[in-house]
């Protein structure tokens, strides 16, 4: 069956090392698999059997490499977030998610919960302007102006003559908008064995009537709401470090988009399943 490669670290600069100690005990190339290794946050998906992942693994241990093996059924595809309205901590066996407009909130014990990590989600990067085509960067009116300026070369401009003026509306258009980054707190439970619940609330909207002393600034609401859940999280909890960060008004890390953070939510995850079982001590 498939394993699973799990880095404590972060690769950085040492992919080549890696594929070097690592690629013989999975036949692979050594320049593919640091690549692979280039591209990932700390976990890596092998189609290579369970043996040979744990014996890379222990060789990288043996390296000085922080690197364990996890079986997949240990760890699945997360299943698509579940977006909570509400995060009640004022019960102290369970948090209690609003996750439906009308009924019952979803009910998840402390002890069930394994990350907690505050993000930021969105690039903040310029957006494709409005009449682009789709898979291409520029609009149709940058292209224009790519055109005249290669016929200026060839005495062709005279031919565009008047046509590359553009009115006020047009330059709005053309303009590239900023996509603001939103404060995300990403929850990960586990329901049972490789069945995990996925929680995700944005922190403008929340609602914060749950909160002791709620507050008109929207700010100050996130961070009580934040230490309310990290007095009740269990030791030892994915993100623990950065909720507290958070407290005090820092970002959190950001992701440009949800595929990027699932990644790093699964390997923060990995980590902390790999704490359970024992494997893994600080």
Same mark, same amino acid.
């Given at each position: 069956?498939?394993?699973?490669?799990?880095?404590?670290?972060?690769?950085?600069?040492?992919?080549?090392?890696?594929?070097?100690?690592?690629?013989?005990?999975?036949?692979?190339?050594?320049?593919?698999?640091?690549?692979?290794?280039?591209?990932?946050?700390?976990?890596l998906e092998l189609a290579q059997p369970e043996?040979?992942?744990?014996?890379?693994?222990?060789?990288?241990?043996?390296?000085?490499?922080?690197?364990?093996?996890?079986?997949?059924?240990?760890?699945?595809?997360?299943?698509?977030?579940?977006?909570?309205?509400?995060?009640?901590?004022?019960?102290?066996?369970?948090?209690?998610?609003?996750?439906?407009?009308?009924?019952?909130?979803?009910?998840?014990?402390?002890?069930?919960?394994?990350? $907690? &990590?505050?993000?930021? +989600?969105?690039?903040?990067?310029?957006?494709?302007? *409005? %009449? =682009? !085509? #789709?898979?291409? @960067?520029?609009?149709?009116?940058?292209?224009?102006?790519?055109?005249?300026?290669?016929?200026?070369?060839?005495?062709?401009?005279?031919?565009?003559?008047?046509?590359?003026?553009?009115?006020?509306?047009?330059?709005?258009?053309?303009?590239?908008?900023?996509?603001?980054?939103?404060?995300?707190?990403?929850?990960?439970?586990?329901?049972?064995?490789?069945?995990?619940?996925?929680?995700?609330?944005?922190?403008?909207?929340?609602?914060?009537?749950?909160?002791?002393?709620?507050?008109?600034?929207?700010?100050?609401?996130?961070? $009580? &709401?934040?230490?309310? +859940?990290?007095?009740?999280?269990?030791?030892?909890? *994915? %993100? =623990? !470090? #950065?909720?507290? @960060?958070?407290?005090?008004?820092?970002?959190?890390?950001?992701?440009?988009?949800?595929?990027?953070?699932?990644?790093?939510?699964?390997?923060?995850?990995?980590?902390?399943?790999?704490?359970?079982?024992g494997h893994l001590r600080e």
């Amino acid at each position: 069956m498939p394993a699973l490669l799990v880095g404590v670290e972060p690769p950085g600069a040492d992919s080549a090392a890696i594929a070097t100690i690592a690629a013989p005990y999975l036949r692979l190339l050594p320049l593919d698999f640091a690549a692979a290794v280039r591209r990932s946050v700390g976990l890596l998906e092998l189609a290579q059997p369970e043996e040979a992942v744990e014996a890379a693994a222990a060789a990288l241990r043996a390296a000085g490499r922080r690197y364990y093996a996890l079986s997949p059924q240990l760890l699945p595809r997360l299943p698509k977030p579940l977006q909570a309205s509400t995060l009640d901590p004022r019960d102290a066996q369970r948090l209690l998610a609003q996750v439906q407009l009308t009924g019952p909130p979803e009910a998840v014990p402390w002890t069930s919960v394994l990350v $907690a &990590l505050p993000v930021q +989600l969105g690039s903040g990067a310029a957006v494709p302007a *409005a %009449g =682009a !085509e #789709a898979g291409q @960067a520029q609009p149709l009116a940058r292209k224009v102006m790519g055109v005249a300026s290669s016929l200026a070369f060839t005495g062709g401009l005279s031919l565009l003559a008047g046509k590359g003026k553009k009115d006020a509306s047009e330059k709005s258009r053309e303009r590239p908008a900023a996509e603001p980054s939103r404060a995300l707190l990403v929850l990960v439970a586990v329901r049972g064995p490789g069945d995990f619940v996925r929680l995700h609330t944005y922190a403008d909207r929340c609602n914060y009537r749950v909160l002791a002393a709620p507050q008109p600034n929207a700010e100050a609401n996130w961070r $009580a &709401l934040l230490a309310a +859940l990290r007095a009740r999280l269990p030791t030892g909890v *994915a %993100g =623990a !470090e #950065a909720l507290a @960060a958070a407290e005090t008004g820092q970002r959190g890390p950001l992701f440009a988009d949800d595929a990027a953070l699932v990644e790093y939510t699964r390997w923060q995850l990995a980590l902390c399943v790999l704490r359970r079982l024992g494997h893994l001590r600080e």
